[in-house]
């Protein structure tokens, strides 16, 4: 089976910094892209920013310059940057990822962390 696990969030201030991670677990043929969403509440889940297997990124306008995506092939991991936060940077981070298990693309999402920006 598998599963999507990040780690990482936290309570930070404004200004300050967080990476979050996002491994890749059980059986399964490859991974395609790799993305992080997020979810604040009240409102939609939106896309913060994703990478292709041929580590092309895209970003939010919100984030662009503040945030940075990254994977590490050889670990199955998903990485996500956050400098500069703001407190409307505050949600639950969520994984996503298009899997390829026995060649067929799956999309899986992790369970999120919680992200706080506050003084």
């Known amino acids: 089976q598998v599963q999507l696990v990040e780690s990482g969030g936290g309570l930070v201030q404004p200004g300050g910094s967080l990476r979050l991670s996002c491994v890749a677990s059980?059986?399964?043929?490859?991974?395609?892209?790799m993305a992080w969403y997020r979810q604040a509440p009240g409102k939609q889940r939106e896309l913060v920013a994703s990478?292709?297997?041929?580590?092309?990124?895209n970003y939010a306008d919100s984030v662009k310059g503040r945030f940075t995506i990254s994977r590490d092939n050889a670990k199955n991991t998903v990485y996500l940057h956050l400098n500069s936060l703001k407190p409307e940077d505050t949600a639950v981070y969520y994984c996503?990822?298009?899997?390829?298990?026995?060649?067929?693309?799956?999309?899986?999402w992790g369970q999120g962390t919680q992200v706080t920006v506050s003084s």
């Open positions: 996503n990822a298009l899997i390829r298990v026995r060649s067929v693309p799956y999309d899986y």
């Open positions: 059980g059986s399964f043929f490859s991974i395609n892209a």
């Open positions: 990478i292709t297997s041929g580590v092309s990124t």
